[in-house]
């Protein structure tokens, strides 16, 4: 199983219209849109979680591709850093 960062999505992205756009490139597991935690509002990005071979197919294929009118930045997630304390 790869995590797939995808990035510059259009705010309105949903996340069936995600899920439609990477599943022509293999099964799709999860499709996670993140959101503002105070707003609620669309940050924009989100994660795709997808088998190993359909992953590399669809991060291929779709990076600098033009969705809703922006240009999808699409890489293999990678772990994120636990937050430091500033006290």
Do not use: C, H
């Amino acid at each position: 199983m790869k995590n797939i960062y995808v990035g510059n999505l259009p705010f309105s992205s949903t996340e069936d219209e995600v899920r439609d756009l990477f599943a022509q490139y293999g099964e799709v597991q999860s499709v996670k849109l993140i959101s503002d935690r105070d707003t609620g509002r669309p940050r924009g990005f989100g994660f795709v979680e997808m088998e190993d071979g359909g992953a590399d197919k669809a991060i291929e294929a779709l990076d600098g591709t033009t969705f809703g009118g922006r240009s999808l930045r699409v890489n293999e997630a990678r772990e994120r850093k636990p937050r430091q304390s500033n006290w």
